[in-house]
Every structure is written in structure tokens, then in C-alpha cells.
């Protein structure tokens, strides 16, 4: 087929699609269809439909076939979205706030202007952190069953910048890397960055399917695998005690890293031993202080076996050097006086209270969450398009994030994410309420 007529039949189903003459949602031919009523050879049918698919035109769905995406929706659904308009209910992304934590902050700032340490924060710190600040860090991961010594604690600049520093200390690029089916946005971003390939493990519903990760590592040369087992972002489950020594087997057995991302874990109490203290010889935890504190306060921490801090250390260095003193130092003073405790409290009492909420006002749709999390995931029916959804309800003055974003495999569920933790009481209630309707139309 000459390209320019290949190109011209890229360029007429763009400018339809584009016009609106054919509409988000539309069931395009199939593959085998559009070749035959053009003349294509099959090969050159599925170019065409790989280009608008490149250009974010159209979405092909394993077992249901090729369509019209939503193009009103805002680019960057997740971690690379914009900060939404004034006036929308953020249910995209999680940043929950108490009442009166700006009065702590500057209580806390007032309390380091008068400490006699004050110059110190003026100069760079070491990579790791000061000594005692990672003395402070190592006895709150206590309160998690997480056994560690100072010189295990590395201070990073949030859980991202954890994640960022393990991943490029321990892995290089063309690395396989094994993660959840659905996983954790800013983990998918890295992995691209770093040039890792990420193979799904597909998921119950109690955690990943460990026979597939299993099968996966007897078939491919894997050498890591990036688990969330206390709080499952975006599936909200808590892996029992037999599934994590499982796991730990499987990686023991193949000689694989551990990286157990706990940002969410404080908010389930009694939960089972983390892995990085079942398997520490193995296992790199990383977590923070952006969900139990505040997000503005970008302080992180890695705790890691010894061997393995020399090298996170120097990503550390080439990447920020340190984390910014004044800020470690009030996470750690707020640990030294159970501020991080009443706030870790308080905040899961607020996430069940919203949870409950949730269960109250999406009561008939299908939610996929946990009592204790500050996000719910709900599966669509079969005739329901997220991207559609998102935008009547973008509409509606309400953000919400699709299941693309989430998705490590080739096909992407229709479902929607519901981060239940940005916004007041009364603004979330009234964001419910519009997902229900919206939602529900298609049920």
C-alpha cells in the first residue's frame, strides 16, 4: 500500500474523531474489517489503528475491540495530572489534612528558631541523614514491627524520591522488575524513566496471584518485585501473614529484591509482620510522612540491609544531596513527642469515617476498598467506559482517576479510583452523591 494512502487513512479517521462525527465510545471495524473494506494487508490495518492509538485517539481493548477515547479528558490522569480547577472536587489525589495541624507547624518552627542546633540546618546534612534523626525513624518503624538500627535509615525527600533512589541504587536499566497488575501510579512513572521493564502479576483479592508470580520467575530472568502489602493502592487489600511468607519464599528462592512500599500502612493497626522484617536480608522499605503528616513536608525514609546502604546512599547524593534539615528535623521532633502517633490516629478514624460515607452513598455499586483507606476503587459494568464516566463527571465538577494510569498489563479495566482524602466532609458527600448518579446510570 503506498504510505501516502496509508497516511491518509490515519489522517481521515483523526480528523473524524477529532470533529466529533465519530464520538467517544464508537466501536471501530475490527482489524480484519478495516483491512478488507480498504484493501490493506492485515499487518498494514493494525499500523493504522496503532498511530491513533499513539496519538491518544483511540483505545484497543483485549477481547472487545478498538475505540473512540474520550479527547476532552484531561492528559495525565494520575501522577502527571494538573492541579484541578477551583471550585472541582479533587477526588484524584490523596492529601489529607486535620484541623489545626498549620497551628503545629508553627509551633514546631517557633520551637526550632529558639533551639541552639538552628545554624546546623544552614549547612548540608549528611546523605543519610543525621545520625540521631535516623535513631528517631528507626524507633517509630518499631511501632510497625519493623526491627531496624539508625544505621539501617536512610532520610530521603518523601516516598517518591524513596522509591526514585532504590530503584536507581539496586536496579539498571533493562532490569525485569514484577509488580501488581494494578499498582501504585509514581512506581509505573519510575519504572519507565529508569528504563526497568515491569511484568504484571495479575491480582485476587487478597493480594497477587503468587503462582503467577511464581511461574513468572521460572520463565523469565526477574529481579525484583515492587509490593504494597499493608494497604494496596489502588485495591486496598492487606496481605495475610501466610501470603507474605509465600511471597517471601518465592523471593528467597529466586534470589529476588524486595521493595515493600508502606506509604499507607499506618493506617491499619495489628497487621501482619512487614516483609522487611521476614525477610531483611532481601527487602528495601520505603514510606513516609506525606499521608500520616502533610504532604508539604517531603520528608521519606528507606530502611535497607546494611550492605545495600553504601549504595542508596550515593543516589541519594546525585540526586539531592540530603534532605533539606529544617524539615527532618521537625518530622523527627514530631515523632520524639507522639505527634506522628496522635496524627497517625486521628487520621485513620478519619478514613473510616469517610469510608463509611462512601459505603453509605455508593451503596449498590460494586467498591473494591478497605475500611481503613483513604481511597475505594470501583469496577464499571460491562457497558460503561471509564474515560466517558470521568468526564460527565469532570462535568459535574468532580475529578476522579481512571484505571489507566494504574494499569502495568496490557489490558485496562473500565473502573474508576475515588481518592476519598483531599477534600472536607461535606464536599465529599456531595462528590458522592454526583459518582452514584453518574455512576449508576450505567448499572
Not at 471550585?87 to 489545626?100: E, I, K, Q, R, V
Not at 496471584?209 to 489502588?234: F, G, I, K, W
Amino acid at each position: 500500500m503506498p504510505r501516502l494512502r496509508y497516511k491518509s487513512l490515519v489522517d481521515t479517521f483523526a480528523a473524524d474523531i477529532r470533529s466529533g462525527q465519530l464520538p467517544p465510545g464508537t466501536r471501530l471495524p475490527t482489524h480484519r474489517q478495516l483491512a478488507a473494506a480498504h484493501g490493506l494487508a492485515l499487518v498494514t490495518a493494525s499500523r493504522v489503528y496503532a498511530e491513533l492509538e499513539a496519538m491518544g485517539l483511540v483505545s484497543g481493548e483485549t477481547g472487545r475491540g478498538t475505540f473512540v477515547r474520550e479527547t476532552s479528558l484531561p492528559p495525565g490522569q494520575g501522577v502527571s495530572q494538573h492541579v484541578v480547577a477551583v471550585g472541582m472536587a479533587d477526588l484524584n489525589f490523596n492529601y489529607p489534612s486535620l484541623p489545626g495541624q498549620a497551628d503545629l507547624l508553627r509551633t514546631a518552627l517557633r520551637q526550632l528558631a529558639l533551639s541552639g542546633d538552628l545554624e546546623s540546618h544552614l549547612r548540608y546534612q549528611p546523605h543519610a541523614g543525621r545520625l540521631h534523626e535516623r535513631a528517631s525513624i528507626a524507633n517509630h518503624l518499631a511501632s510497625r514491627g519493623l526491627s531496624v538500627q539508625a544505621e539501617q535509615v536512610l532520610i530521603v525527600s518523601g516516598a517518591q524520591h524513596g522509591l526514585a533512589v532504590t530503584m536507581m541504587a539496586l536496579l539498571k536499566p533493562g532490569d525485569v522488575i514484577a509488580a501488581d497488575a494494578l499498582t501504585y501510579t509514581g512506581f509505573k512513572v519510575l519504572a519507565e524513566s529508569l528504563h526497568l521493564e515491569i511484568v504484571p502479576i495479575p491480582a485476587t483479592d487478597t493480594g497477587p496471584d503468587l503462582q503467577a508470580l511464581e511461574a513468572l520467575c521460572r520463565r523469565r530472568s526477574v529481579r525484583a518485585v515492587y509490593t504494597m502489602p499493608t494497604l494496596h493502592n489502588p485495591l486496598g487489600w492487606v496481605m495475610d501473614a501466610h501470603w507474605r511468607n509465600q511471597l517471601v519464599s518465592i523471593a528467597r528462592q529466586h534470589d529476588l529484591l524486595i521493595i515493600e512500599d508502606a506509604a499507607y500502612a499506618f493506617l491499619v493497626e495489628d497487621a501482619p509482620a512487614p516483609l522487611a522484617e521476614l525477610a531483611p536480608e532481601r527487602t528495601v522499605y520505603v514510606s513516609g510522612f506525606s499521608k500520616n503528616v502533610a504532604t508539604g513536608l517531603r520528608v521519606g525514609f528507606i530502611a535497607a540491609p546494611v550492605e545495600k546502604v553504601p549504595a542508596l546512599e550515593r543516589a541519594i547524593r546525585a540526586t539531592t544531596w540530603n534532605t533539606p534539615g529544617v524539615m527532618t528535623a521537625i518530622a523527627c521532633a514530631w515523632i520524639d513527642d507522639g505527634t506522628v502517633s496522635q496524627l497517625e490516629a486521628q487520621k485513620r478514624a478519619d478514613a473510616q469515617a469517610r469510608q463509611a460515607m462512601a459505603a453509605d452513598l455508593l451503596k449498590g455499586l460494586r467498591c473494591i476498598t478497605h475500611p481503613a483507606s483513604y481511597f475505594l476503587w470501583l469496577p464499571l459494568t460491562e457497558d460503561a467506559r471509564a474515560d466517558q464516566i470521568a468526564v460527565e463527571l469532570m462535568h459535574e465538577q468532580v475529578a476522579v482517576s481512571t484505571a489507566e494510569p494504574f494499569a502495568t498489563s496490557v489490558h485496562v479495566p473500565h473502573a474508576i479510583r475515588l481518592a476519598l482524602g483531599s477534600v472536607d466532609m461535606d464536599s465529599l458527600r456531595q462528590a458522592l452523591i454526583k459518582v452514584k448518579r453518574v455512576v449508576g446510570a450505567y448499572s
